[in-house]
Nanobody, 115 residues
Framework: QVQLVESGGGLVQAGGSLRLSCVAT????????IAWYRQAPGKQRELVAT???????NYTDSVKGRFTISRDFTQNIMYLQMNSLKSEDTAVYYC?????????WGQGTQVTVSS
């Protein structure tokens, strides 16, 4: 069964850090494009970071210099390192894999940043 499971969310003070993890079962990340999205209350889901073959990464402007997307090929895990967190980063975060043209999603993990 194909499944993506996120973890690492929680409550953190502004200026703090969190690292989100996303473990894949049933598939291998390999060189497939991976991404992290987030959705804040009352807002649309937003693309936060992407990583493509060759290690090319892109970030939405609001997180550039603070967030880092990465993957561990050996353990089939993808990460989102989030530093210098702000209250506006509060959202449910979702991992995403474009696996052979099919979008796969995790269930989401809540990140709450207190000011």
């Amino acid at each position: 069964q194909v499944q993506l499971v996120e973890s690492g969310g929680g409550l953190v003070q502004a200026g703090g850090s969190l690292r989100l993890s996303c473990v894949a079962t049933g598939i291998t990340f390999g060189i497939n494009p991976i991404a992290w999205y987030r959705q804040a209350p009352g807002k649309q889901r937003e693309l936060v970071a992407t990583r493509r073959a060759g290690g090319v990464t892109n970030y939405t402007d609001s997180v550039k210099g603070r967030f880092t997307i990465s993957r561990d090929f050996t353990q089939n895990i993808m990460y989102l390192q989030m530093n210098s967190l702000k209250s506006e980063d509060t959202a449910v975060y979702y991992c995403n894999v474009n696996f052979r043209g099919t979008q796969l999603w995790g269930q989401g993990t809540q990140v709450t940043v207190s000011s």
